[in-house]
């Protein structure tokens, strides 16, 4: 929904593809011109005239949590492979933005030892292993659609539901950390990261490549908590 904002900021005319039954709180501007369709079939992505003189895809779509591996390739890899077939038998392909997650990267093993956008990923969990097989799905097609692939870390900011859970016990009296308290995780600001994303889909020289998206220095959850508590 920020980069929703964002491009209609600038002027953009803006196209939103939409799962039927979905919540749709990332388009609820007027101006955001709606296409559902049913992102497992094929033909049902190929034929939509979302595509239509677009000249930017930024694909945000996706599950960060499903019971099992199949739910999980089920709501990232075939709705991506789907979309990239697509692109790629147009005649101008548009320029994408796929948003994927340090996740299919993998943790670092110390932190002085921090992982790199050109290490061998190493995903750990079944989401982050979806969002690596999403990838290579969308890399298939590389030679026919210029692709940006973009890593986030943990989102925090407004709207952000997951990190509100820590806002919500902040304000009780016990807060349970979702992890060992001195594990580090990289995280990012939206507005960091809708700029991040929108420099990817411009800049010339990033087509093809990979980029992190984080804060500079990881926190833990210990300094996250205790943020989050005096501000509260």
């Given at each position: 929904s920020h980069l929703v904002d964002a491009l209609l900021s600038s002027g953009a005319p803006v196209r939103a593809i939409t799962r039927a039954g979905a919540r749709s709180g990332a388009v609820r501007d007027p101006r955001v011109e709606?296409?559902?369709?049913?992102?497992?079939?094929?033909?049902?992505?190929?034929?939509?005239?979302?595509?239509?003189?677009?000249?930017?895809?930024?694909?945000?779509?996706?599950?960060?949590?499903?019971?099992?591996?199949?739910?999980?390739?089920?709501?990232?890899?075939?709705?991506?492979?789907?979309?990239?077939?697509?692109?790629?038998?147009?005649?101008?392909?548009?320029?994408?933005?796929?948003?994927?997650?340090?996740?299919?990267?993998?943790?670092?093993?110390?932190?002085?030892?921090?992982?790199?956008?050109?290490?061998?990923?190493?995903?750990?969990?079944?989401?982050?292993?979806?969002?690596?097989?999403?990838?290579?799905?969308?890399?298939?097609?590389?030679?026919?659609?210029?692709?940006?692939?973009?890593?986030?870390?943990?989102?925090?900011?407004?709207?952000?539901?997951?990190?509100?859970?820590?806002?919500?016990?902040?304000a009780s009296r016990i807060a349970l950390y979702a992890s060992p308290r001195e594990q580090a995780i990289s995280i990012v600001h939206v507005s960091d990261l809708v700029d991040g994303l929108i420099r990817s889909a411009e800049l010339p020289g990033a087509v093809g490549r990979t980029y992190f998206l984080a804060n500079e220095t990881p926190v833990t959850w210990s300094t996250i908590y205790r943020t989050v508590a005096e501000a509260t």
């Open positions: 709606c296409h559902a369709m049913d992102l497992l079939a094929e033909d049902s992505v190929r034929r939509s005239p979302v595509w239509e003189g677009a000249t930017h895809v930024f694909h945000v779509g996706g599950v960060t949590k499903a019971p099992t591996a199949a739910r999980f390739r089920s709501g990232n890899v075939r709705p991506t492979a789907n979309i990239f077939s697509a692109l790629a038998d147009r005649s101008a392909p548009p320029r994408c933005v796929l948003v994927s997650s340090q996740a299919a990267a993998g943790p670092a093993a110390a932190a002085d030892a921090p992982v790199r956008e050109d290490d061998a990923p190493r995903p750990v969990e079944a989401y982050g292993e979806s969002k690596l097989e999403a990838e290579r799905e969308a890399m298939r097609q590389a030679g026919r659609v210029p692709i940006v692939i973009v890593r986030p870390g943990a989102v925090s900011g407004p709207r952000d539901r997951d990190f509100l859970r820590a806002f919500k016990q902040a």
